[in-house]
């Protein structure tokens, strides 16, 4: 029993410190509670039609499966409902329609065969991507409202009357969520993708760093491998970018975004920082290797090594700073004409190796390819990532701005 | 207008595309189709309550809701759909009994603040990433059942008995559902999930195979590329693995996978598997960069590399046959000191370098600098991930067989 507690307790500490971390998340779900509290005593105080067997159902269900953790998502959901919804009562009212005047023995063939092929057909089109990504819901409330108006036992005026109602219903529903959601704390997930991006870059410019500080200073100090694990995160954040920028595209303007800013671009830059990271993570494998360089090597090349590192999280953090204000910062050009100059003098001091080489012939091969790495692994990150993700940015900021 | 109908065209064309590549989703799609036409079907021929308005809708939306493409997420979804409903039933009858017996003023208040209360624990809950994993639907449909049954106007001995009749239609639907799935060309998450690790390892080792090709032989021939392309894909495959392992959880034994097969083993696979994919990235990156080694120097090296990215690739395919039939190969240990042994004898070989450095002391750096990260990225990608890879496949064959 002693055990369950200790379990409980854990879980319940987990909770708290999600809690104290986001207290955004906090909000939202008192939101929920009030939303749902609203609706739920709306209804029960003026049983509009038979309680809750009725209509009213409709839009506490509503705001249970529509109301999300952001706007966009939201509103992704309310436009897909009322599309849904809309299309397929008016395409069943009309198969009901045919199917109630095609005879007795013809009318449930009918309505299966309707059932069965618009189920299959909106079931696959759900694995097309593009339809996938932006109607995935829609197609769901689809289905559902196609094969219940179909199948209904009501004549067809009532029938549309109870369709009235029941839009009326999910409309007051959705409506509820969406003013909830946008005039309390609204929590944009254009913003959220904004500041994902921001920091992922801050992040890569420090393990940058720390990399760097770490292999050249022998500091084994806890605080930079805190640094250097940042990227890690980068390279994970697939899914939840994807994600952002499929609801960021249904929200209105907000902020400094405006309705169509292409957040297509953050997901291009989100890739970039991503082959970024790859390169910082063969960067701390070499970190992690036993082979270690001899210190005169090591000597040889440091300055230039810290030069060139140092040069690209600066221009990481130009980047980071430039996305943050969505405006092109007059110091990135020069800036990345510093860093690929430090690239220039890392070749040089390369190439100045051999002398070196000649005097420690045997035991610089596992130095050199120890060093070796770091440049190449630092080149790429500058020269080959860093270039179109600066392209890409000064283009973003050119049309944001 | 042409321009539309292109559009259109194109989109079937794409969906075509699907149906081709997976059979199975096509599959899964007439499932869908049966089963919603039969349930809609024996509910619309003897309409058992009151037609649709009633509770027969409920089998209806469970059909929709609960059936997935995969046989876990199905029984995922009904588990958590059976004691969420379940669970918030009695506790919304509780709730509702209690504030009916409490007057008339204080009625709405209690429901009011028990919803509110309610609502906002569940809907935080689903931040905290055990219960996102396992029970995230489960608590939606928690707070909608709760919600719809405390503010419900009937009183408690009919709550009970609506209560008893929903219930029996969901479980009707249910278990249609999960029949449906399981002994039809049932599509299992564990078995997608193996396939799917399977296929990356086989990827990777082609990868491998065509960059050292490309790199060596200088034949650009747009086979190798497809094959180095390969790769790519297994960089992102995090999001279907993690979904993929969570849904296995709630398959009953399939095939050659017990009830508590160990699908975490697999994710554990799949990071390996993500950080050799880093590996490959950097190489690749390295075959794209302007900077070419010399002639001289490849021609030295070639022999080494191409010996040890051949056995690498060659161990990377003896653990997807040991994934795949599951059993510990017996050449695997013997294949893994193979490429042992190649990593000396390419470090021999870089050790024996310096001799040519000093024969073309200033163009070799290049040229180094362009061999260096092949071997060092082959090294980490055979000794640093391959190691613990086999150790945790073999860990993974020892727990299976």
């Known amino acids: 029993l002693g055990e369950f507690m200790l379990k409980i307790w854990n879980f319940l500490e987990k909770a708290r410190n999600i809690a104290v971390a986001e207290p955004k998340k906090v909000i939202h779900c008192l939101k929920v509670g009030v939303t749902l509290t609203i609706v739920s005593l709306f209804y029960y105080m003026r049983p509009l039609y ?44 009309g198969v009901h329609w045919a199917a109630s005047h095609s005879g007795d023995k013809l009318e449930p063939i009918i309505l299966g065969i309707s059932v069965f092929l618009l189920a299959s057909a909106a079931t696959f089109s759900r694995f097309i991507p593009s339809v996938k990504a932006r109607f995935d819901y829609g197609v769901l409330i689809f289905i559902l409202t196609f094969s219940l108006v179909s199948v209904s036992g009501y004549r067809v005026d009532k029938l549309i009357d109870v369709a009235r109602q029941r839009l009326s219903t999910i409309a007051i529903g959705a409506s509820l969520c969406v003013l909830m959601c946008m005039l309390f704390y609204p929590i944009w997930a254009g913003k959220e993708l904004h500041n994902l991006i921001h920091r992922n870059l801050e992040k890569l410019a420090d393990a940058l760093d720390g990399c760097t500080a770490e292999y050249f200073t022998d500091s084994s100090a806890g605080d930079s491998w805190k640094k250097i694990g940042g990227y890690k995160c980068v390279l994970n954040s697939k899914a939840a970018e994807d994600s952002m920028a499929g609801f960021a595209r249904w929200e209105p303007a907000h902020g400094r975004f405006n309705f ?49 590192s140092s040069s690209a999280s600066f221009v990481l953090k130009e980047l980071a700073t430039t996305v943050k204000t969505m405006r092109k910062s007059s110091e990135i050009d020069f800036s990345i004409g510093e860093m690929q100059f430090a690239v220039l003098k890392l070749e040089n001091a390369m190439k100045s190796l051999p002398n070196h080489l000649v005097a420690t012939p045997s035991s610089t091969s596992d130095g050199d390819a120890k060093a070796e790495p770091i440049r190449k692994t630092t080149t790429p990150s500058s020269v080959m990532d860093i270039l179109p993700l600066a392209t890409l940015v000064s283009m973003l900021t050119e049309t944001a701005a």
Chains 1, 2 share one sequence.
Not at 278 to 292: P, V
């Open 50 to 93: 038979e309680g809750v067997g009725g209509n009213a159902m409709w839009a506490i269900m509503t705001v249970v499966v529509v109301f999300e953790y952001t706007v966009g998502a939201t509103l992704y959901k309310c436009i897909n409902r009322a599309i849904g919804t809309f299309l397929a009562g008016s395409l069943g009212v």
């Open 260 to 308: 169509r800013h292409p957040w297509k671009q953050y997901l291009k830059v989100g890739a970039s920082l991503r082959s970024c990271a790859y390169c910082i993570e063969t960067l701390d494998g070499c970190l992690n290797s036993e082979i270690k360089a001899p210190e005169l090597l090591r000597r040889h090349l440091s300055d230039a090594c810290i030069t060139l």
